[in-house]
């Protein structure tokens, strides 16, 4: 499956911004998808992952109460929408496709997308 991430833009502490992910081919419910980021200097870290009907999510902590992932099957796209933005949620964001929920770790994704540079100014 390829995946193509858009959404990301530089926004100020506070805004919103929603990410999306589109995914190719017809396996998309097959797929457990989420969303890791990279900021500058540091690993790539776990932020959201959804399962296959999108009736289950999980999230780091640094995010949780703050993003919300789902996905349209019938879209064949996975979103982050991204609430109350922190100057350090500033990173790279890359969505991901693996087989087993939750999918917290790099490890356990199959295909990953390009990357959408989010930048949060204060």
């Known amino acids: 499956v390829q995946l193509q991430a858009s959404?990301?833009?530089?926004?100020?502490a506070g805004d919103s911004l929603r990410l999306s992910c589109a995914a190719s081919g017809r396996t998309f419910t097959t797929y457990v998808m989420g969303w890791f980021r990279q900021a500058p200097g540091k690993e790539r870290e776990f932020v959201s992952t959804i399962?296959?009907?999108g009736s289950s999510t999980s999230y780091g902590d640094s995010v949780k109460g703050r993003f919300t992932i789902s996905r349209d099957n019938a879209k064949n796209t996975v979103y982050l929408q991204m609430n109350r933005l922190k100057p350090e949620d500033t990173a790279v964001y890359y969505c991901a496709a693996g087989r087993s929920f939750p999918m917290v770790a790099q490890k356990d994704a199959n295909y990953w997308g390009q990357g959408t540079q989010v930048t949060v100014s204060s």
Do not use: I, S
């Open 7 to 12: 959404g990301g833009g530089l926004v100020q």
């Open 51 to 53: 399962n296959r009907v």
